[in-house]
């Protein structure tokens, strides 16, 4: 991948903004990255340099296809199937030929969560959340617990599970923000670090640095997990309902044995390392893993120049 994937990007607007820092670096690693190619016949993917955020309508989104359509020749190869675009949000559904190609055929890159519904999950690609990864002060596999589960300020906003989860003296839950140092101390003592499906679940990959084991809470399947085409989340996190409550939370953690657990912590510290955003991207790093998901949605598809003549 490093040496043969090459991307082309379109010419950008006079101004380009996103509507997150996330999107924003990894936009500028691309551009200073060696995938980026000025010839578009040696291109595997093309990037539409376009701020698909939460402003844009999808009229502005058709407009946008249309100037493509119209002035290269590189969309209607594949109607868009070889394009990929940043969108935090995800883009909406529309009835114009122009957005539902760009819906149905093109990768869109977008945070993580990502709105429900606008999310494609064979083809679609989530951005890995900013997160402090550090090193742990225990190794993994020997970590050293002092609560079997840890929750943080607005990592669960569901009222009657958080005053269950208080109650519950085996749960650490913070009611208000706590410093940093505290902070980082809690996810090194604690065996599960529990977090409620929304926009809060972005410091996963921070616990995970600690060997902290995420909780996931959700009644529906997740399909926008960052690294879905790398991780096995399955060996790395737990999935578990809202019915049932902390004392169903309790059970579920409960029937994870110490060598399973040990694995999973191991294997979270090892995954943590992929969530890790560099101003300078470096091996094995968040900007790398995205790189990686699309070049395994590159297409092959290749067309006789005589028909594009």
Known sequence: MLK???IYTYPPPETL???SKVESLFYSSLLHSPFITQNPEEAHLFFIPYAFNSQVSPRAAAYVVSDY???YIYWNR???ADHFFLSCLGVGHGSDRNVVELKKNSVQISCFPTTAGLFIPHKDVSLPPLANVHSPAHAPGSKTTNHLGYVRYNWVKESTLVE????DTEFLVESEPSDQVTYEER???????????????SAIGEAMSFGCVPVVITDRPIQDLPLMDLLTWQKLAVFVGTNGGAREIKRVLGRVVVEEFEEMSASAVVA???FVWNETPQPYDAF???MYHLWLRRHTIRYAEREWA
């Open 17 to 19: 903004s996103f509507d």
């Open 4 to 6: 043969n994937f090459r």
């Open 78 to 80: 594949t109607l868009g």
């Open 288 to 290: 790398h893993m995205v």
């Open 272 to 274: 943590s390392k992929h």
């Open 187 to 201: 996810l090194a003592i604690s065996k599960f670090c529990l977090f409620e499906y929304g926009p809060d679940i």
């Open 164 to 167: 269950q989860l208080l109650a």
């Open 69 to 71: 359509r119209t002035q």
